[in-house]
């Protein structure tokens, strides 16, 4: 069984930062990409950024120059830093992973962590 637990959100003003963290445990061989998506009220789901394998990087427009996306392989765990964050950036943020465990590869997702922005 995999988990993937997402924490580190919360109420900031806007111009101030957060730092998310998504874990991942359970049986667990290798993962591949991890990512980070996130979903604000009334509206979809939609892909905030990437990190691969390998530590190559990828973000939507918006987010870029203020989100920086990274990971611990040793810990199974990636991290979103989120600065310069604005109300826009209101949303519940969600982890997703592709893990093999030992059959196939499987995506998973987390809970979400909600981050409001506001002052």
């Known amino acids: 069984q995999v988990q993937l637990v997402e924490s580190g959100g919360g109420l900031v003003q806007p111009g101030g930062s957060l730092r998310l963290s998504c874990a991942a445990s359970?049986?667990?061989?290798?993962?591949?990409?991890m990512r980070w998506y996130r979903q604000a009220p009334g509206k979809q789901r939609d892909w905030v950024a990437t990190?691969?394998?390998?530590?190559?990087?990828d973000y939507v427009d918006s987010v870029k120059g203020r989100f920086t996306i990274s990971r611990d392989n040793a810990k199974n765990t990636a991290y979103l830093q989120m600065n310069s964050l604005k109300p826009e950036d209101t949303a519940v943020y969600y982890c997703?992973?592709?893990?093999?465990?030992?059959?196939?590869?499987?995506?998973?997702w987390g809970q979400g962590t909600q981050v409001t922005v506001s002052s």
């Open positions: 359970g049986s667990i061989f290798k993962i591949n990409a």
């Open positions: 997703n992973a592709e893990i093999w465990g030992g059959r196939s590869w499987l995506g998973y």
């Open positions: 990190i691969t394998a390998g530590g190559s990087t």
